[in-house]
């Protein structure tokens, strides 16, 4: 199985702070993606990357920006929260086999 | 683009009955077809996936799927529901090839089960 490693799992913060959340992989998966999960709305992607320095837009950016400076970590970056931006955050990669594998998500809580 | 659609928000089965949820989705080509599963407080397992070839797939616990090109439908079924099952469905879709691949998923199917 592919390691996904989601930091921190859950947080609460103030609006207008920043927060960052990190996905950690083990494999050397070219392919991560962070996705946003809020109830009637199903999972839906903010960023993702394809390779070391390539990072491409999703359907939910607005407020959001990534980074990848190595294979194993990409980061998301919320520059000031919003209490819109509350909601489970998932990490996933994409398999050699072509599905995505996702980590256990993070609760971001914004207050 | 493309998009998938769950007509149906919460279904509510018997344990023992059989089981379909729908999905249909909209993409230009052949796309790649994916159903996952979401217990409660939990990420996201893969049930079963389509690529090519034979349209009927097989999956984990006992799942499997048909994808028709002719309605763009990729439905789940399972014979004979366990109370296991009781948790949340996603289908997802997939463009193949490009720097560009990402999975658009639906909003998911809940489905309840009754003793």
């Known amino acids: 199985d592919a390691g996904i490693t989601q930091s921190p799992r859950h947080k609460v913060t103030e609006t207008g702070t920043p927060v960052t959340l990190r996905c950690h992989q083990t494999?050397?998966?070219?392919?991560m993606y962070w996705y946003r999960q809020d109830p009637g709305h199903g999972l839906r992607l903010i960023h993702y990357?394809?390779?070391?320095?390539?990072?491409d837009k999703g359907e939910v950016s607005d407020g959001y920006s990534v980074s990848r400076s190595k294979t194993e970590d990409f980061l998301l970056t919320l520059e000031s929260a919003t209490s819109s931006q509350t909601s489970v955050y998932f990490c996933?990669?994409?398999?050699?086999?072509?599905?995505?594998?996702f980590g256990e998500g993070s609760r971001l809580t914004v207050l | 683009a493309q998009s998938v659609t769950q007509p149906d928000i919460h279904i509510t089965v018997s344990e023992g009955a059989s089981l379909e949820l729908r999905c249909n989705y909209s993409?230009?080509?052949?796309?790649?077809l994916f159903w996952y599963v979401q217990s409660p407080g939990q990420g996201l397992q893969l049930l079963l996936k389509?690529?090519?070839?034979?349209?009927l797939v097989q999956g984990i616990k006992g799942f499997e799927a048909e994808f028709k090109r002719s309605q763009s439908s990729f439905n789940l079924r399972k014979p004979s529901v366990h109370w296991s099952d009781a948790a949340e469905y996603f289908c997802?879709?997939?463009?193949?090839?490009?720097?560009?691949?990402?999975?658009?998923f639906g909003k998911g199917t809940l489905l309840t089960v009754n003793p």
């Open positions: 997802a879709v997939g463009a193949p090839g490009g720097s560009n691949y990402k999975l658009t």
């Open positions: 996933a990669i994409r398999t050699g086999t072509g599905e995505l594998f």
């Open positions: 389509y690529f090519s070839g034979d349209t």
């Open positions: 990357s394809y390779g070391v320095k390539d990072t």
């Open positions: 494999e050397n998966h070219r392919y």
């Open positions: 993409y230009g080509a052949t796309p790649y």
